[in-house]
């Protein structure tokens, strides 16, 4: 990227895919989810933002932080759209081998416009290790990205990645219980907010994140809500301006906690929201 690129990109998203094109100066525009619509992404929205200098579309799928999921039709039109417009399509796929139902292919796997961004860190719970892989069908594009991770960092961590390694050899064994087990505390959350009045989301259809928003009046003070949860409850969630949304959304995390510490977090969000 460049000062004279463009961006499209669907928002919410990552910090760094907003913030590393804004500080190298590239022209942004906002394609952004809306929960009304399910956070499905408005492909048509996304071709009337492009432009002649549009170097990049970057989505994430399964999305960050509302748990939705393109279908096959979105990616494949998305995919046309960055082959017309002879721009890439970054995909953002580290929940990818959690979702719930059918798995869509990894985009890169489609087309040489398609790059997959991937790690360990999420499905497979291991941020530590710092191991994650980019793909791409273009071999000038490989060996950018190579020449870029020489400068970044000259050689990884071989016990890094010998738990990487020997992760992925149980991939599937490692799936087989924890996708079952994401599902049931995800229908935990559903239960509750089948039950909250004062709370609704999009059902995730894949990762272990929501994104409920508060059926709040406008004057409710959510500053305060945000601080007497964690300090008077002590239970934390994401406001909902950490994503560039308004704060009576939140991201709420159901794969990490116990069962036990979920429904405590749970009572604990519709306790703060009448004291």
């Given at each position: 990227l460049s000062p004279a690129d463009h961006l499209v990109v669907?928002?919410?998203?990552?910090?760094?895919?907003?913030?590393?094109?804004?500080?190298?100066?590239?022209?942004?525009?906002?394609?952004?989810?809306?929960?009304?619509?399910?956070?499905?992404?408005?492909?048509?929205?996304?071709?009337?933002?492009?432009?002649?200098?549009?170097?990049?579309?970057?989505?994430?799928?399964?999305?960050?932080?509302?748990?939705?999921?393109?279908?096959?039709?979105?990616?494949?039109?998305?995919?046309?759209?960055?082959?017309?417009?002879?721009?890439?399509?970054?995909?953002?796929?580290?929940?990818?081998?959690?979702?719930?139902?059918?798995?869509?292919?990894?985009?890169?796997?489609?087309?040489?416009?398609?790059?997959?961004?991937?790690?360990?860190?999420?499905?497979?719970?291991?941020?530590?290790?710092?191991?994650?892989?980019?793909?791409?069908?273009?071999?000038?594009?490989?060996?950018?990205?190579?020449?870029?991770?020489?400068?970044?960092?000259?050689?990884?961590?071989?016990?890094?990645?010998?738990?990487?390694?020997?992760?992925?050899?149980r991939r599937d064994a490692f799936l087989a219980s924890l996708l079952p087990e994401m599902a049931r505390r995800r229908d935990i959350v559903q239960a509750w907010i089948d039950g909250e009045t004062l709370v609704d989301w999009v059902r995730p259809q894949g990762g272990v994140v929501g994104f409920p928003r508060l059926n709040i009046d406008a004057g409710f003070d959510l500053d305060r809500f945000y601080t007497r949860l964690l300090e008077e409850h002590g239970a934390y969630v994401g406001p909902g301006h950490w994503f560039e949304m308004p704060k009576r959304f939140f991201r709420l995390g159901f794969g990490w906690p116990t069962e036990a510490e979920l429904r405590g977090g749970l009572a604990a969000i519709s306790a703060a929201l009448r004291s």
């Open positions: 669907v928002r919410p998203n990552y910090a760094t895919n907003i913030e590393t094109p804004k500080a190298i100066g590239c022209a942004i525009s906002y394609v952004d989810l809306d929960f009304d619509q399910g956070f499905a992404i408005d492909i048509e929205h996304v071709k009337a933002e492009l432009r002649p200098n549009t170097k990049l579309i970057s989505v994430t799928c399964p999305h960050n932080p509302t748990g939705t999921m393109m279908t096959r039709a979105d990616l494949d039109a998305l995919i046309a759209l960055a082959e017309h417009h002879k721009c890439r399509l970054l995909v953002d796929e580290t929940y990818r081998d959690l979702s719930y139902g059918e798995r869509l292919p990894a985009a890169a796997s489609l087309s040489p416009s398609a790059i997959s961004v991937c790690s360990l860190s999420k499905a497979f719970g291991i941020p530590g290790i710092r191991i994650g892989w980019l793909l791409t069908r273009d071999p000038q594009l490989q060996e950018t990205f190579l020449a870029a991770k020489e400068q970044i960092g000259i050689c990884g961590s071989v016990i890094d990645e010998a738990i990487a390694r020997a992760t992925l050899e």
